[in-house]
């Protein structure tokens, strides 16, 4: 009703309006807080899917319930396809804690929707793997912006029956010869974000691209990539941004091959449909618990934070994501032993070797001094490559 | 060997569920003449109508058109036009294309078939209407023209189901000149259905009287209205004064139900020596209808007369005592209903 | 006092009336004409692509984008195209349908099929889409009953769109062609066969005509509806996308509303200039 009242009087004041520029008025400052008070009894939660499970999506898999029975916060939440779709749901102001990608975070941070988080407010902060701490997703001048989780790859899914020789190359989704075997049954992942991959294997195979970091390209290697992409397309039977989506495409058989997440090939539970991190490496994501500038529950946020990151808690949610948990610590609690050695945990060169998530801005992520693509120009080129 | 009839129905049956709307009908139009079905609503003559023109589906019997078998003839195949009650033209097209529409799907060139459509509005005198759409018309117009389209095709037959049954009295007076002016000059055979018996009795050459899907008498409107076969045909054809046996026995002898027009009795103020049959009574309604006056008469008996009498030949007034009398030629005899 | 208010109220009719309609006409102002006047105001203003922030500041940038981009010519034609295939089938399924529901059927019959033709209106939307994906599926029920005569599934893409919009609307189409035909006497279809015209005939000359008004009614249901579609295009739309699909990511995804609203107004202007071409044909009053 709220945002009604203001669309009526922003359309009668169209004229006013005209002379009066827009603007932040935010002269707040990143501060955050010294001490938590107390928990206000629940918490609203943003986050991908397969990271705030409380068994109703198997009983088997619940980390919910444990933190409301200690805490005495009750948890809603709500997952999203796309980081982009993330940043609109957070703008609400309707989530105190958000599970941000690298693409994201800054983005949340830039626009004030992140609230700065006292790590000593964190207990289990500590057990942190070092090399995931202040990063550049997750920590702007100086000041932390959230607690690492997880991090883990994109994956090349294939079904056994149709793609008989297992596929090692993301040549299997970008070479028409290659892609011509599976006319009509190729996925990928619907999202601008998605250039990216391209992009990497152009690194890859290119060299005179000149392509040295998949999110920093500049307007020919983006005409590049969006060229790959469109010669992609005409064998993309569809895209997929809704996990859930795939899972049932993959089911069956409409999609042979493409892009995937583990959790994804966990939910289907099925032989034939496997998932391999290709040669070249893969774009990645390094997601972070950040709190809502916004947040109407900070107390039960605080209380989060620290539990999803505990080792027990994070081991559960990344062993069920199929990602790497955040500290060796966690790496003890999963039922896999070998959990950790198949996702690198903790490997600081491995973790070097993805590609994470991060938001194109024109000036370039690799330092040179060109002007960069930026996020819009991304998205206008993903639409225009879905045409 | 007899001239092939227009229309030949035999042992015509049309059921609708349990309700038997046409009950074993024979009949034979003659070619040329105009022939009237007459009866109340609900007597069958316009499901014979509509069976003949191939609306409805015969449920046993045959129907020849012109000596051809049609009985399973869809209607668009059958050498018949009719004229609708509610006219039917089609709200979409002008009068001429109106007109026109049958000479249309006979795939007539379009200039000629406008000529044609144009003589037979000039037959109707509504050239002047031609370009108008039919719910610019009046009633009487809008008539006219679905006769014109209805004769362009120059059916074998045409048929007229209650035509003038929305007309107001002048205008229906009129339309029914000029149908039967139509008629002659045309030649067509006419299959005219009405409830109106006088309209039948002064178009048609025959009437069939119809009652509970089946015709009880067949004639010309003389013999229709002059010899009634039975109670219902004397009731339903004019007005009748019916005497039951006994009545008949007691007033001129007769043990036989008789019907006797009331224009067929005379008045008097005193005995006639000369007449055949006299009977005495009271007089006991007298209504003036300006060329006639009705009176109804009490008899000694009981019995009740309807007499008319030509206005200013005598003035009877309520509760005169009055003789009237009628020759025994004027009686009807008439069957018995149950045993008809 | 209320004497003469009554009074005056009595003397002036039109203010009667103007008093009566106040509040919906209130209403309908506030809901339909204020929400277009902000989709055209947001239309105007941009958006910042990294902070997702809004900035209120006016310029044409974005009419000039999707004014003079291919995408959006591309987009704009095929969702026209899908609408105006939808509205074509729905209308030829919905002729004979609605023709023997009208004119053949006996009175149970049509009772039957009404509520045959009404009972898909109350299974929710993404049912029915989702159905529709199972059943274009890989080794779905159309691939099991196409394969023995020869036929294959059409799978996701704009094909399946066209089927599963035809599908969904076709309700929509047969109710006013059926309500259309029930206004046509029985005795203007007699008359025409009466004259000689056969079945193709009396369709042609007589049915079709007086049916134009129904058809474009039904039609703007079909055409309208599947034009703002962005759901089924989704579900079993493969890789296509179309009008609403761009302002659907505009707007979700990729947080621009400006544009999104400016997307949006490219279906509105194809509706109102289908509207004001089948004015003159009286459809309007049919609605």
């Known amino acids: 009703m709220k945002s009604l009242a203001t669309a009526l009087v922003s359309a009668v004041a169209l004229t006013a309006l005209a002379a009066c520029g827009g603007g932040s008025d935010s002269a707040e400052t990143s501060q955050a807080v010294e001490e938590l008070g107390e928990k206000e009894g629940q918490v609203s939660i943003l986050a991908w899917p397969g990271y705030v499970e409380d068994g109703t999506n198997d009983p088997e898999v619940d980390w919910v319930t444990p933190f409301e029975e200690q805490t005495g916060c009750q948890v809603t939440s709500k997952t999203y396809g796309t980081s982009d779709e993330a940043l609109n749901l957070a703008k609400t102001g309707e989530y105190d804690v958000v599970a941000a990608s690298g693409d994201l975070s800054l983005r949340l941070i830039a626009s004030k929707e992140a609230a700065a988080v006292n790590t000593d407010l964190v207990p289990n902060y500590a057990e942190v793997f070092d090399f995931l701490k202040n990063t550049e997703w997750n920590t702007v001048d100086g000041v932390n912006y959230g607690i690492p989780h997880g991090y883990g790859a994109n994956l090349l899914q294939y079904n056994t029956d149709v793609v008989t020789e297992a596929p090692t190359s993301w040549s299997a989704v970008f070479e028409e010869s290659e892609l011509a075997k599976y006319q009509g049954k190729v996925t990928a992942y619907d999202s601008p974000i998605y250039i990216a991959d391209a992009a990497l294997y152009l690194m890859k195979h290119d060299p005179d691209s000149g392509i040295t970091n998949p999110y920093a390209l500049d307007q020919e290697q983006l005409d590049a990539a969006v060229q790959l992409l469109k010669t992609q397309r005409k064998y993309v039977g569809e895209y997929w941004s809704d996990y859930l989506k795939l899972i049932s495409a993959s089911e069956t058989g409409d999609t042979v091959v493409g892009t995937t997440w583990q959790v994804i090939v966990n939910s289907i539970g099925k032989d034939n449909i496997r998932a391999v991190l290709p040669e070249e490496g893969s774009t990645a994501w390094n997601d972070t618990w950040m709190l809502s500038a916004q947040a109407e529950n900070p107390n039960c946020g605080y209380a989060w934070l620290d539990y999803i990151v505990s080792p027990k808690a994070n081991a559960q949610a990344t062993e069920y994501f199929g990602e790497a948990p955040n500290s060796e610590a966690a790496c003890a609690e999963t039922t896999d032993p070998k959990h950790c050695e198949t996702y690198h945990a903790g490997d600081e060169e491995f973790s070097k070797s993805l590609w994470y998530w991060r938001t194109p801005i024109k000036e370039c992520l690799d330092g040179r001094d060109v002007e960069c693509t930026d996020y819009a120009q991304w998205t206008a080129a993903w639409t225009e490559i879905k045409g | 060997m007899q001239p092939t009839p227009p229309v030949l129905l035999r042992a015509l049956t049309k059921r609708f569920g349990e309700v038997v709307a046409v009950d074993g009908l024979d009949l034979t139009v003659?070619?040329?003449?105009?022939?009237?079905?007459?009866?109340?609503?609900?007597?069958?003559?316009?499901?014979?109508?509509?069976?003949?023109?191939?609306?409805?589906?015969?449920?046993?019997?045959?129907?020849?058109?012109?000596?051809?078998?049609?009985?399973?003839?869809?209607?668009?195949?059958?050498?018949?036009?009719?004229?609708?009650?509610?006219?039917?033209?089609?709200?979409?097209?002008?009068?001429?294309?109106?007109?026109?529409?049958?000479?249309?799907?006979?795939?007539?060139?379009?200039?000629?078939?406008?000529?044609?459509?144009?003589?037979?509005?000039?037959?109707?005198?509504?050239?002047?209407?031609?370009?108008?759409?039919?719910?610019?018309?009046?009633?009487?117009?809008?008539?006219?023209?679905?006769?014109?389209?209805?004769?362009?095709?120059?059916?074998?037959?045409?048929?007229?189901?209650?035509?003038?049954?929305?007309?107001?009295l002048k205008l229906r007076e009129q339309m029914q000149v000029e149908l039967k002016q139509l008629q002659r000059r045309l030649g067509t055979t006419f299959v005219f259905v009405t409830h109106d018996q006088e309209e039948a009795l002064s178009l048609s050459d025959r009437v069939a009287v119809f009652d509970q899907g089946r015709i009880v008498q067949i004639g010309t409107p003389a013999e229709i209205y002059e010899r009634p076969a039975s109670p219902y045909v004397a009731q339903f054809v004019g007005t009748s004064n019916l005497f039951d046996s006994a009545t008949s026995q007691r007033l001129f002898g007769?043990?036989?139900?008789?019907?006797?027009?009331?224009?067929?009795?005379?008045?008097?103020?005193?005995?006639?020596?000369?007449?055949?049959?006299?009977?005495?009574?009271?007089?006991?309604?007298?209504?003036?209808?300006g060329s006639e006056i009705r009176v109804h008469l009490q008899l000694d008996d009981g019995t009740q007369l309807i007499v008319l009498e030509r206005a200013g030949e005598h003035t009877e007034h309520r509760g005169e005592k009055v003789v009237a009398s009628w020759s025994r030629r004027d009686l009807v005899p008439l069957t018995d209903e149950k045993a008809s | 006092m209320s004497h003469r208010v009554g009074a005056l109220l009595g003397r002036y009719p039109a203010l009667r009336l103007g008093l009566l309609i106040a509040a919906p006409l209130t209403w309908l102002v506030a809901v339909y004409v204020v929400a277009l006047a902000a989709l055209l105001v947001t239309a105007l203003w941009q958006v910042d692509s990294f902070t997702g922030d809004l900035e209120r500041t006016v310029s044409l940038e974005n009419l000039k984008t999707v004014l003079t981009g291919e995408l959006y010519r591309t987009v704009t034609l095929r969702t026209v195209g899908v609408a105006a295939l939808v509205t074509v089938i729905d209308v030829l399924i919905a002729l004979p349908i609605a023709f023997y529901m009208a004119k053949v059927a006996t009175p149970r019959r049509r009772r039957i099929l009404l509520i045959a033709v009404l009972t898909p209106l109350w299974a929710s939307y993404l049912v029915k889409a989702f159905a529709w994906r199972a059943t274009l599926?890989?080794?779905?029920?159309?691939?099991?009953?196409?394969?023995?005569?020869?036929?294959?599934?059409?799978?996701?893409?704009?094909?399946?769109?066209?089927?599963?919009?035809?599908?969904?609307?076709?309700?929509?189409?047969?109710?006013?062609?059926?309500?259309?035909?029930?206004?046509?006497?029985?005795?203007?279809?007699?008359?025409?066969?009466?004259?000689?015209?056969?079945?193709?005939?009396?369709?042609?000359?007589?049915?079709?005509?007086?049916?134009?008004?129904?058809?474009?009614?039904?039609?703007?249901?079909?055409?309208?509806l599947t034009l703002g579609d962005y759901i089924t295009v989704n579900i079993v739309g493969g890789t296509s996308q179309m009008l609403g699909n761009l302002v659907f990511v505009n707007a979700g995804a990729a947080n621009n509303l400006p544009l999104a609203a400016t997307i949006a107004l490219i279906p509105i202007v194809v509706m109102l200039g289908y509207l004001a071409a089948v004015r003159r044909t009286g459809a309007l009053d049919n609605l």
């Open chain 2, 254 to 289: 007769i043990a036989r139900r008789h019907g006797l027009r009331p224009e067929k009795i005379q008045l008097h103020h005193e005995r006639v020596p000369d007449a055949e049959i006299v009977v005495e009574g009271v007089i006991a309604e007298s209504i003036y209808l």
């Open chain 2, 30 to 168: 003659h070619d040329g003449e105009f022939f009237s079905m007459l009866g109340p609503s609900g007597s069958g003559k316009t499901t014979v109508l509509r069976l003949i023109a191939g609306f409805e589906r015969a449920t046993s019997g045959t129907i020849e058109l012109d000596g051809q078998d049609v009985t399973a003839t869809a209607a668009h195949q059958r050498d018949v036009s009719t004229v609708f009650q509610d006219y039917a033209l089609f709200p979409h097209l002008s009068v001429l294309d109106n007109v026109a529409y049958g000479l249309r799907v006979r795939r007539v060139p379009k200039r000629s078939r406008h000529e044609k459509a144009r003589e037979a509005l000039a037959l109707m005198r509504l050239e002047q209407v031609a370009e108008r759409r039919p719910h610019q018309l009046s009633g009487g117009q809008r008539q006219r023209v679905a006769l014109a389209r209805a004769i362009v095709v120059q059916p074998k037959v045409l048929l007229l189901d209650e035509p003038l049954g929305a007309l107001d």
């Open chain 3, 137 to 224: 599926s890989d080794g779905g029920l159309l691939e099991w009953l196409g394969t023995p005569i020869g036929l294959q599934s059409p799978g996701y893409g704009l094909s399946a769109v066209v089927m599963t919009q035809a599908y969904i609307w076709l309700p929509y189409v047969i109710l006013p062609i059926f309500a259309g035909l029930e206004r046509v006497p029985d005795s203007l279809l007699e008359a025409s066969g009466d004259l000689g015209g056969g079945p193709v005939h009396t369709l042609r000359w007589v049915v079709l005509p007086l049916l134009v008004p129904a058809v474009i009614a039904g039609s703007i249901f079909s055409f309208s």
